[in-house]
């Protein structure tokens, strides 16, 4: 007779109790009534496949492949973080990680680019949003997990990954050829444009970010005429996000009162609100914020408190739409479990969720990307996920579409916000 594996015996002893106790982040312990029959099912299946199954695989592959499957039906952002996928996380919410320079989603099994890192390989080798990577170095990564192809892409700085893009209206796949490097995100980045008028760009929201922000605004301000700036661009566009805590402080940048953001959720630890302090840096100069279909999650929480509280003017196109937040649960072999808790609301309760924040000013440019043929590509929007949360609230709005303006995006659309904030800029010297 075959014994059953060691790890086996305890998860059917564990299913007996049917009770379970989950701690939350903050310690705290919830009793939940446990689906024992639905569970011992899944023990049985277990337990035949290591004891029928034509090969023999390991228990932590078993257990590893049942957690992959069971978050995989819930919504694209809640993933199994392995320990080194976990540490590599760590490392990127601090601006420093050897790789691609590649903000990657998981679609239909299929890894889709959301878009490149400004200055990376992924960026140089012309990479676009809406990319279908088929394969690394000739490994199908369909069926593999997201932290499974991220990790293929990590690796030395110098070494080479070929990667077989798919891309729209493009009848064959082809391969791209780069080598990774240390990536490090500079995630702010400014100049003046004319005297007084300064233009600053934020590529993704990290820990530092707000103080970079910061020390920018003197620089820009300490160059210009009289020492002071009379109005400020602040593009967003193509930066896919980052952590909370980035987005928050960058709004109370410009923020002098109120809320920024507020989230919520099943549990009473997810409900919090964030509000700003006094001081806005900027010191009440007019402000102009850009952003289009590649300006996800961190980004719309700045756009949308901005926008709510009219301290700014939201120039663009409609956002990816991104309005999920995301809990790190460290487990205690070292990985994590990266889950969706709450959605966040903006200063108006508005939930962008699946339809993105709609500019205050649609821009001449056009939404989606241009490539040097003139040619337009399809930009990959939270909606177009699978298994996307949806927005709860009717007061979501729908995505407006934009025509395309046969300009390359970025030049033009700088240009414009230019020419409204001198307007907004003169306009508040004449009420003054």
């Known amino acids: 007779m075959k014994t059953l594996p060691r790890i086996l ?23 939940v009534v446990l689906p024992v029959g639905d569970l011992k099912v899944f023990a049985e299946i277990f337990g035949k496949v ?20 069971m978050l995989g039906g819930l919504d694209p952002h809640t993933v199994y973080l392995d320990p080194e996928s976990y540490r590599e996380m760590n490392i990127d919410t601090h601006g420093e990680f050897g790789g691609l320079g590649l903000e990657v989603t998981l679609e239909n099994g299929v890894i889709k680019v959301v ?3 400004d200055g990376t390989p992924a960026d140089k080798a012309g990479l676009k949003a809406g990319d279908l990577i088929i394969s690394l170095d000739g490994i199908k990564v369909k069926g593999q997990s997201l932290d499974e192809a991220v990790s293929l892409m990590r690796g030395e700085p110098g070494s080479e990954i070929v990667l077989t893009i798919m ?6 796949p082809f391969d791209v050829t780069l080598e990774r490097a240390i990536i490090h995100i500079e995630s702010v980045r400014g100049r003046l444009l004319e005297p007084g008028f300064g233009y600053v760009r934020v590529t993704q929201f990290q820990t530092g970010t707000a103080g970079s922000l910061r020390r920018e605004l003197v620089r820009l301000a300490r160059e210009a005429d009289d020492g002071t700036l009379q109005g400020l661009i602040l593009d967003l566009r193509d930066n896919p996000g980052g952590v909370l805590d980035g987005a928050v402080e960058v709004s109370d940048t410009f923020l002098r009162k109120g809320l920024i953001v507020s989230t919520r959720g099943r549990s009473a630890d997810s409900e919090v609100t964030f509000s700003a302090t006094p001081k806005d840096f900027l010191k009440g100069a007019p402000l102009v ?11 719309e929480i700045v756009a949308g408190a901005l926008q709510d509280h009219g301290r700014a003017l939201i120039l663009g196109a409609q956002t990816f739409g991104k ?13 994590a479990l990266k889950i969706t808790t709450a959605r966040y609301y903006t200063p108006n309760d508005r939930s962008i969720q699946a339809t993105g924040i709609t500019p205050d000013v649609i821009s001449s440019g056009s939404e989606q990307p241009v490539d040097e043929a003139g040619e337009t590509h399809d930009r990959l929007r939270e ?3 699978s298994g996307h949360l949806e927005n709860e609230s009717e007061a979501g709005g729908e995505p407006t579409d934009v025509e395309n303006g046969g300009h390359k995006v ?23």
Do not use: F
């Open 9 to 31: 015996i305890c998860l059917i002893l564990w299913l007996g109790i049917g009770v379970g106790q989950i701690a939350h982040a903050e310690g705290t312990v919830e009793k």
């Open 50 to 69: 290591k004891s029928d199954y034509v090969e023999d695989i390991p228990d932590s592959q078993l257990l590893k492949d049942a957690i992959e499957g």
């Open 115 to 117: 878009a490149p890192i």
């Open 167 to 172: 891309r729209k209206d493009q009848p064959q």
């Open 289 to 299: 914020v850009l952003v289009n279909g590649g300006s996800a999650s961190a980004s």
């Open 323 to 335: 309005g999920s937040v995301q809990t790190i649960l460290p487990m205690h072999n070292g990985a």
């Open 383 to 385: 909606s177009d996920l």
């Open 410 to 432: 970025r030049d033009l659309q700088v240009r414009e916000a230019l020419n409204i904030l001198k307007g907004m800029a003169i306009a508040a010297q004449v009420s003054s």
